[in-house]
């Protein structure tokens, strides 16, 4: 029986009273908490443990007792004996189970639990995430729990307390009063079927699944929370702690906090309220055309191909394009709550939302789980929650109204969140358009990297020269990576190609431990092959233009990932149409042209004209640069 205790305060006037602890447990049904045992019956089914192993087990035990107690060979003789019997049976249990499972596997009801098998042999691989020792700020190894712990908290709240220098605002902007419909049952479901099972729980301990498992009770019971939540602007006091995991980015000194990336966990019922105010604010909330991050009909293929394009057009009529690479530090993390409450009032957001987000920062606090326990908990007072499902677009309304002065239109300027491209016919004027972009920013508090931020001329003339940014050198490239998209200023994707292939062998190696497992059929290696090792390997090429060459160099490395999962070599003299037939896996270059045409039609049907079908009759004036609005 799962319990959940929360504490809603609700303020009625002075907001002076504190209502009691709500326990939704008692909606719970008996027929839901047999579905949830059921469930959990099933989970535990397929492990190898039975009752006759655990019988043996305790036998051996017994005798080991009794031949502790009593030093006789006969004792001896029979603790040997059983011994050996618990070995056997163990064997068999385990083999039986591995061929009840495999035998599973090849089902349609078994295949999630492929993909959950293949994820547990990629992490048995992997070396450790954390450490129990690491370094404080001087490179001094720390061993004692009680200094690891504070060194983790230390880390962790200057990092995620620091805030930029910033010019404080003097206007005022007019708030939106307006009443507020009640949050209705549709909107529960809605969020409810967008939440992903399977994800790391909060400190309530409480998933989603659990809502999901209660059907219309639970929907009946949030929908009545939600209401409470927003007529007070108070949310349970429980949706305020988050538990903040370091994981390792697999490169650099593991004993150092700086090579850890933080991944906050939530509670899941907090991040169905969130859905809920995304969506009603996605109503109100006019983002530019401009911003491709995390916007509905919109993906990082528009932008790539947006670039690729404007750049090929360049190439063809043999002007120079001049791109500046913007990136930011610490984005989401450096965002000043006051800017983001001025600009969620400036994009027209009515008040009593504006509240409700502002309780959801109030009072937020957080603890580090390192490998040596938890840490003490610490208050988060800078920048939007990480691992949020509100926090994408609260970004993107700050972006939206920071820029309103500097961006041009599409594709002179594009955003995919904190990932900002300027372009422009001269380095001047992406000069200016740079230097625009860092006074807008950072007199807000947000902060241009110096390092980071990258520079590429295409069609390149001699002498063209390079950019800076506040008398700094801005470092210029021939190459690079733009959202997972590798673009090259003499206009080739030899590189891009070479990078997929790497990131579909990336993939392979993650799903190896079921893909060269002897025991599983071809079909079924096929299938995870298709899902997890062709996608990598497909990303971004619906906009590449690819020659006969590359194709071959994909189809090649892709024949080469099959027959090292179907356990055959060249030596076999076995045709690439039989790999291909057995894995059910199709050319690689007939899906590269499916995907391409997909993605246009797509395109094609979309209910405004958008700048992709603009893009696609760009013309460039090759007497004189073309001019921005």
Wanted: proline share 2%; hydrophobic share 35%; glycine share 6%.
């Amino acid at each position: 029986m799962v319990v959940c205790r929360m504490t809603l305060m609700v303020c009625k006037m002075k907001r002076s009273k504190i209502e009691k602890k709500t326990k939704w447990w008692k909606l719970k049904k008996e027929e839901c908490c047999e579905e949830f045992r059921q469930k959990l019956r099933q989970a535990l089914a397929g492990q190898w443990w039975n009752e006759e192993v655990q019988d043996s087990i305790q036998r051996k035990r017994l005798a080991k007792k009794k031949w502790d107690m009593d030093r006789t060979e006969e004792n001896r003789q029979e603790y040997k004996e059983l011994q050996c019997r618990v070995k056997r049976e163990v064997s068999k249990a385990k083999q039986k189970a591995y061929d009840e499972l495999y035998t599973r596997l090849d089902t349609r009801e078994g295949e999630k639990d492929l993909y959950r098998l293949a994820r547990q042999r990629d992490r048995d691989g992997k070396d450790v995430q954390q450490v129990r020792v690491i370094k404080d700020r001087d490179g001094r190894v720390l061993t004692s729990e009680e200094s690891v712990q504070r060194r983790w908290k230390e880390y962790f709240e200057e990092l995620m307390n620091e805030e930029n220098e910033r010019e404080k605002r003097v206007e005022e902007v007019n708030s939106v009063e307006q009443k507020v419909d009640k949050i209705r049952k549709d909107e529960v479901r809605k969020a409810l079927k967008r939440m992903k099972s399977g994800k790391a729980v909060g400190p309530d301990d409480i998933p989603v699944e659990v809502w999901k498992c209660l059907g219309e009770a639970a929907v009946e019971f949030l929908t009545s929370l939600f209401n409470r939540v927003l007529e007070s602007e108070r949310m349970p006091e429980e949706w305020r702690r988050s538990v903040l995991v370091p994981i390792f980015k697999n490169k650099g000194d593991v004993q150092s906090c700086s090579n850890y990336r933080g991944i906050k966990l939530m509670s899941h019922t907090m991040k169905l309220w969130e859905r809920v105010v995304e969506a009603r604010l996605r109503k109100v909330v006019e983002i530019c055309e401009q911003q491709y991050g995390f916007m509905p009909r919109k993906s990082t293929t528009d932008a790539i191909f947006a670039l690729r394009i404007l750049m090929e057009k360049y190439r063809d009529g043999q002007r120079e394009l001049h791109c500046v690479f913007v990136d930011l530090e610490k984005a989401y993390g450096r965002v000043p709550r006051e800017e983001l409450w001025y600009c969620m009032r400036k994009s027209g957001v009515a008040e009593k939302y504006v509240r409700v987000v502002q309780d959801m920062y109030e009072r937020s606090r957080t603890v580090v789980r390192c490998a040596v326990g938890q840490t003490e908990k610490f208050n988060v007072k800078v920048g939007l929650h990480q691992g949020s499902a509100l926090s994408p677009f609260l970004f993107a309304i700050v972006m939206d109204q920071l820029s309103e002065e500097v961006r041009q239109e599409s594709p002179w300027t594009m955003m995919f969140a904190d990932d900002i491209v300027i372009c422009s016919e001269s380095r001047e004027q992406v000069e200016e358009n740079l230097e625009r972009w860092r006074f807008v920013l950072e007199r807000r508090g947000m902060k241009v990297s110096r390092s980071k931020t990258e520079y590429m001329c295409v069609n390149e003339r001699e002498g063209s020269g390079t950019v800076r940014l506040q008398g700094e050198e801005v470092k210029k490239v021939q190459e690079f990576k733009y959202l997972g998209s590798t673009v090259q200023s003499n206009g080739e994707c030899g590189k891009e190609v070479k990078k997929q292939v790497q990131a579909g062998w990336n993939g392979w190696r993650k799903v190896s431990g079921v893909l060269c497992e002897r025991k599983i059929s071809a079909r079924i290696k096929g299938k995870v092959y298709r899902t997890v090792v062709r996608p990598a390997m497909l990303y971004g090429l619906e906009t590449v233009s690819l020659r006969k060459r590359q194709e071959s160099e994909l189809e090649v490395a892709e024949l080469k990932m099959l027959r090292f999962s179907l356990g055959v070599t060249r030596l076999d003299r076995i045709r690439n149409e039989y790999i291909r037939g057995t894995a059910h896996v199709g050319r690689l270059g007939d899906k590269v042209r499916e995907a391409r045409l997909r993605w246009f039609g797509h395109v094609q049907r979309r209910e405004s004209l958008t700048h992709n079908l603009l893009m696609q009759n760009v013309e460039v004036n090759t007497s004189a640069p073309i001019k921005s609005t």
